[in-house]
């Protein structure tokens, strides 16, 4: 899969702890999203933005934990 090879290739150019932290930065970007829209200071689409960025780090960090691990801990918690 085309995505597959991107993620890898970023993975490979900046580093698996760089990408985790710009996992971190994401999620925390979604968190404050997530809060505006509360207030009524953004929008779903603000929301949304914030979702596919941190679906896009995640799709990475599967690629440096192991999908076997994150399937396995997915289905423990379901």
């Known amino acids: 899969m085309i995505q597959d ?3 890898r290739q970023v993975i490979d150019l900046f580093g698996a702890d760089h990408q985790m932290d710009q996992a971190i930065e994401e ?5 404050v ?5 509360r207030r009524g200071r953004a929008s779903l689409s603000d929301i ?8 896009i780090m995640m799709a ?4 440096v934990v192991g999908d076997t691990l994150v399937e396995r801990e997915k289905a423990r918690k379901l």
């Open 5 to 7: 090879s991107v993620y």
């Open 27 to 31: 999620c925390a970007e979604l968190v």
């Open 33 to 37: 999203a997530i809060r505006h829209y």
């Open 48 to 55: 949304a933005e914030e979702i596919a960025d941190v679906e």
């Open 60 to 63: 990475q960090l599967r690629h």
